[in-house]
């Protein structure tokens, strides 16, 4: 019988299995009600970014069009996303009247929001509405719900459409800070000798020139910079606390008996390294790249706030923030991007500091 | 001691110089040059001639590549010259020395106030631990913690110079000070203060809320010692326990914090100072990048390298002063 060994096996295995480390810290995680709304907030936070044309826009979620179904709202991720045939019937980017005009047979499901966040919504764009306000007088109201700027565009579309950017900023950013660090710690920490010597010289030099120093040199180097670019510089320069991170826990790890049963069995350096070492020293290193995250968004945010980041049409939270520095009179460009980067820092912190709770025996001891 | 001390000074002679290496590239690696950079920006007809420009750039020492332009630079630190700004026609030392006032007013000021703010609070938070006020307390410092200086500072100049405009409230929007320089002293300190009121406000309260944190979590630490319990079994109250007893053995991180605050205190916070013009080292710094003012952006560099490291150093020293337990060696 084919199955027959694997039902022995099973046989022969302890009744319930003892959790593992992560399903431990997790159920732990479950019961911090701070921790868990931070979570939350970071959750709903992708969800806006993800569903984001079609919380606000002006391109149909889904239309039918001369007998076939488009969702022209993909144009906001990939401009190659929105169908062709909708720039050979010049719709120049504005649909309600255009699908009425050219085929009254159409539908279309509209974003929550009739909104752009890179224009200016017209006069009876929608059917029936007026434009949007311009100047000073785009102070918040039923269409727009947190304004306009000086050129009638909409905050709130810019905002949804903006939480991609904060977003992708703290993951691309720390993910590569993560790798470098992870890297240059482990190789440190493992191997020892010259090559301690050396990386840790090179953290030690990173480390002492000022961060902001540092970042503004390269975007300033950087001729055309782009949000790409922006996280790229982050991540090259945010690295240096993880790896002295990893670099402790692997000189800790590698004296440790399961290393040593490891290299007895003959697994080699990078075997070793990569399957016995590093998963055990995962969870004090995801506590500075949570914070990393946090401290990415805030680097994104001052640098486009200062003008040196990304240029428009992105949209970004910050660069709603710098075009508001002329204009203080407008708070509304103030308070609402202002109150949105600091909700996302927070809640990054918070998911950090649970992280660091549940995973840290010492501070669990110090709990009881 | 002295070994220690020679051996670290090596060190951060290397790393100074390793430092200085890689911004000089980058600064150098930068599109434009200070010519290109400042004339062409304000007026197109103005530009330089090709040749014009290439003598220039041969009296800047700029015509060379920049690994020799370094050690030119190098060479001219080794002798205590940190050179001549190209835009500002000033030397570098001097530029420094006009900044470091306006600087130190603020970060000075604001880290005095951390300090007395600090203290006290964290202080207060340990005797509380676990009652209601202290939940409040740590719970305003965590949001103040994540609070982005940048954000604040914005949401700080609506309140006070737009909406309280017109009010005794009001308070300037930027600058350091709005009288002529002729101006009575006691006017123009009281005007330079009113300036620096929002700035010193922007630069306490992320540090008191991460100084006072630190405190606590300190406190917590040493309060579960051997030694704190004798105290209290000896009859000492807890107020004394906590002051006497536990507090003075939480110096010494305190004091390595102190330290590492030092280039903080004399390089400004180039967002800051940005948000509200103010003339100090931090907007020197930002503006000697735009104007691709090498020799501005070197001594800055050199400065802010030279006092993390001093910094460093000093805190590793005063460790081992304040902890007789310590020692360098």
Known sequence: MPNEPAVRRSEH????????????????????????????????????????????????????YKGKLYAPCLGYFNRRWEAPIFTTDKFRGTYPQNLQDKDPQSWAVWPLVFQDPYRRVRENEWPGRSENPSRDE???????????????????????HGTTIALLVG??????????????????GYFGGWVDMLTSRITEVVMCVPTLVLILALVAVVEKPTIWKTMAIIGATGWTGIARLTRAEFLRLKESEFVMAARAAGAGPLRIMLRHILPNALAPVLVPITFGIASAILIEGSLSFLGFGPPPPTASWGSILNSARSNLQLWWLVVFPGTGIFLTVLAYNLVGEAIQEVTDPRLREAKK | MATFLLRRFLLGLITLAVITLIVYGLARSMPGNPLTVQLGESDPSRKLNPADQQRMLEI????????????????????????????RKQPVTQLIG???????????????????????????????????????????????????AFVAALFLQVIFAVWLQGTRWEL???GMTDLPSDASWPARSLDIARHAILPVICQTYVSLAYSSRFIKANLEEVVRQDFIRTARAKGAGPWRVLIRHAFRNTLIPLVTLLGLSLPALVGGSVIIEQIFTWPGMGRLFFESIRERDYPTIMGLTFMFSLLTLAGQLLADVLYSLVDPRVSVD
């Not at chain 1, 399903?23 to 907030?41: D, H, K, N, Q, V």
Request: aromatic letters at 12%.
């Open chain 1, 13 to 64: 295995r302890p009744r319930e299995a003892s959790r593992g480390f992560w399903a431990e810290a997790w159920s732990r995680y479950r019961r911090r009600p701070i921790g868990m709304l931070a979570l939350g907030f970071v959750v709903f936070l992708t969800a806006v970014a993800v569903f984001a044309p079609a919380i606000a826009g002006t391109k149909p979620v889904i239309c039918r």
């Open chain 1, 138 to 160: 785009g102070r918040p109201s039923r269409l727009n719900l947190f304004g306009t700027d000086q050129y009638g565009v909409d905050i709130f579309a810019k905002m949804v």
């Open chain 1, 171 to 188: 993951f691309v950013s720390m993910g590569l800070a993560g790798s470098i660090g992870i890297i240059v710690g482990a190789l440190g």
């Open chain 2, 60 to 87: 800047y020492g700029l015509d060379k590549p920049w690994p020799v332009g370094y050690l030119q630079w190098l060479s001219r630190v080794a002798q205590g010259d940190l050179g001549r700004s190209i835009t």
């Open chain 2, 98 to 148: 006009e900044r470091v006032g306006p600087t130190v007013l603020i970060s000075g000021t604001a880290l005095v106030l951390t300090w007395l703010l600090a203290i006290p609070l964290g202080l207060y938070a340990s005797a509380r631990g676990g009652h209601a006020d202290e939940r409040v307390i740590g719970i305003a410092l965590y949001v103040l913690y994540s609070f982005p």
């Open chain 2, 172 to 174: 300037p929007l930027f």
